[in-house]
């Protein structure tokens, strides 16, 4: 089993920055894909950013995030981060970090970000 705990969210003015967290605990070797995902109401879960782990590890960003939004992680500590910058009022969402270790998918219970003034 894993387990994922994400922490960070809240409530920011436009323009804004905020940086979610998310610790991993469990069987968590062999891991593939790392990744933030969010679901704003009324709209599907949307990938957002994420780590694709192989023979070398590459990047995704979403192009509404690209330059705004940067994702890494320590293995040290079991922990990924979402550092968000410059944040939009569409950029409101519940989101969700997600790993898959050996081909099964981990979700977090998600963290609310609200941009408003």
């Known amino acids: 089993q894993v387990q994922l705990v994400e922490s960070g969210g809240g409530l920011v003015q436009p323009g804004g920055s905020l940086r979610l967290s998310c610790l991993a605990s469990g069987s968590i070797f062999s891991t593939t894909v790392m990744g933030w995902y969010r679901q704003a109401p009324g709209k599907q879960r949307e990938l957002v950013a994420a780590?694709?782990?192989?023979?070398?590890?590459?990047?995704h960003y979403a192009d509404s995030v690209k330059g705004r939004f940067t994702i890494s992680r320590d293995n040290t500590k079991n922990m990924m981060y979402l550092q968000m910058d410059s944040l939009k009022p569409e950029d409101t969402a519940v989101y969700y970090c997600m790993r898959r270790p050996r081909g099964q998918d981990y979700w977090g219970q998600g963290t609310q970000v609200t941009v408003s003034s």
């Open positions: 780590f694709f782990i192989g023979a070398a590890t590459t990047y």
